[in-house]
């Protein structure tokens, strides 16, 4: 009879020594078993605890830096390997500790009990541990694609990010940016204007500090025409040896001369290869365009496997996004500029907080191939948020394409800059009514006043500024055919 309160009170320390070194990793050890060994160990522990502690303060009165700081490549692997030591040593203790509750002693239903909840502690550790080191590989791979270099000083109350799309899947000589676009960023409300410029754009001019200046002081222009905008970073590189060691001339230069077109100073650039880029969308989930005309899924060397039929919210995944970004089937360069655009809106205002958190490693992975930067480390946090105003705001786009430049092989640069100023005041302008949408003047581009939609909506032979036409807009001879929008 007096076995029952003997065996109540053996279950509840088992329990205890279970509970204890799950929370305490290394208490029992210094209670009941090697006090060296726990002592260490929970040393460890609580050092773990403080490091925690004192990182996500700092974090707090300093996110930049300490965000920076994690984001080293190196940092982030040498925690992955130490949360996967840490996670070896506390199933250790957990299964020591579970000997010192001497199971063996326990009623059979009890001694089961315990090792089960054994088993499942070191399952829910394995999980822990699991996510955690995912986490740090997402996060070392976002660092491997920011290695700094940009100019971190907004222009003007205003960051400017130069977006370069590389078609890898053409067979050309050279790199040879196949989407040449500018995103004009008010650094306080987030509202954006995205400049496009066609590839095919001549006599481009080049920043008197540049050395290609003294070659073609008149602008980028060759008997053959063939020296245009999406020529100049090839240009650069075959002159290497004009520039300082140790620098990228084509960047520099591809940088230099979009700002002298557009009259604006470049803070950062994007490169992503167009051909990879459907791995992104795929980690994202896909997109969803509103598409007003059929797109063929191939054409050129590759034959025509289908069509992107027309529709609303039209679902895309990566493979199919990226056809519809780069098709040219029944297309002109114009036309494809609007796609892309399309299609770039459709990321930035599709890709929610919710979808980065949950994706967060198949959109690093998929990022750090893909994707060539110079934002810094310690600017992401930054970046992030204006990120979250963009989100906010309708994307103003224009394109200088044909009617309002009506020959790129031979621009108004002067106009051109004037154009891109007037956008930005509009914008700027917006804030003072914050209930209406900025709208271009009538001298300067041919788009009415905008529809309430979130997406870039150029056409072929068409520049726009306001951020989207409405799906049933007729087109007519003063407003091109609209192809595709985002809702």
């Known amino acids: 009879m007096a076995s029952a309160p003997s065996d109540a009170i053996a279950r509840r320390r088992a329990v205890g020594v279970l509970v204890l070194s799950a929370l305490l990793p290394g208490s029992v050890q210094r209670l009941r078993g090697n006090r ?9 522990w609580l050092g773990i605890v403080a490091v925690v502690v004192v990182t996500a303060i700092a974090a707090w009165l300093a996110p930049g830096p300490v965000v920076g700081l994690l984001l080293q490549p190196w940092l982030a692997t040498s925690l992955r390997v130490l949360v996967w030591v840490l996670f070896a040593a506390w199933v250790l203790l957990l299964l020591d500790a579970w000997r010192l509750a001497r199971p063996m002693e326990l009623p059979q239903r009890a001694r089961l009990a315990m090792t089960i909840a054994v088993i499942a502690l070191c399952v829910a550790l394995g999980l822990l541990t699991n996510l955690v080191a995912s986490a740090l590989l997402a996060v070392g791979n976002v660092g ?45 409300t987030g509202r954006t204007v995205i400049f496009g410029l066609p590839r095919n754009m001549q006599r481009v001019p080049f920043p008197e ?14 008997p053959d025409d063939a020296c245009m905008l999406n020529a100049v970073w090839t ?34 650039y994007a490169l ?22 059929r797109i063929p899924i191939g054409g050129g060397s590759s034959p025509i496997s289908g069509y992107i039929e027309p529709g609303r919210n039209v679902a895309l995944d990566g493979r199919n996004a990226l056809w519809f970004a780069r098709s040219r089937e029944g297309s002109s360069d114009y036309e494809r500029m609007q796609r892309q655009k399309c299609v770039m809106t459709a990321m930035a205002k599709q890709l929610d907080p919710q979808t980065v958190a949950s994706r967060f490693v198949e959109l690093s992975e998929a990022g750090k191939d893909l994707l060539r930067t ?17 989100r906010e ?33 509009a914008l700027e302008a917006a804030d003072d009514a914050p209930s ?29 500024s306001n951020s989207q036409e409405a799906p049933s807009q007729q087109p007519s001879a003063d407003r091109p055919e609209v192809v595709c929008s985002v809702d």
Do not use: W
């Open 374 to 390: 110079d934002v810094p480390r310690d600017q992401i946090v930054t970046l992030a948020d204006l990120a979250l105003k963009v």
């Open 144 to 188: 491997t694609v920011l290695p700094g270099g940009g100019d971190a000083k907004d222009k003007q109350g205003r960051y400017n990010v130069l977006l370069l799309g590389v078609d890898s899947a053409e067979h050309r000589i050279g790199l040879r940016p196949d989407s040449i676009n500018v995103a004009s960023i008010d650094v306080e």
């Open 436 to 464: 209406a949408t900025p709208s271009p003047s009538a001298p300067s581009t041919q788009a009415g006043a905008p529809a309430p939609t979130t997406s870039p909506a150029q056409s072929e032979d068409e520049s726009t």
């Open 36 to 44: 060296a060994v726990g002592s260490v160990a929970l040393r460890v």
């Open 235 to 268: 240009a650069a590189e075959d002159r290497a040896d004009l520039f300082p060691e140790g620098s990228d001339p084509g960047l520099v230069t591809t940088k230099g001369v979009v700002g002298e077109v557009l009259g604006l100073e470049l803070n950062y």
């Open 272 to 293: 992503i290869d167009m051909h990879g880029f459907s791995s992104i969308i795929d980690a994202m989930g896909g997109i969803r365009l509103n598409v007003m005309k």
């Open 393 to 425: 705001h309708d994307i103003v786009s224009v394109n200088f394409t044909p009617p309002l430049v009506p020959h790129t092989a031979n621009p108004d640069f002067a106009m051109i800059r004037a154009h891109v100023q007037e956008q930005i005041a």
């Open 209 to 222: 500090d540049n050395p290609l200046h003294d070659e073609f002081p008149d602008g980028f222009v060759c």
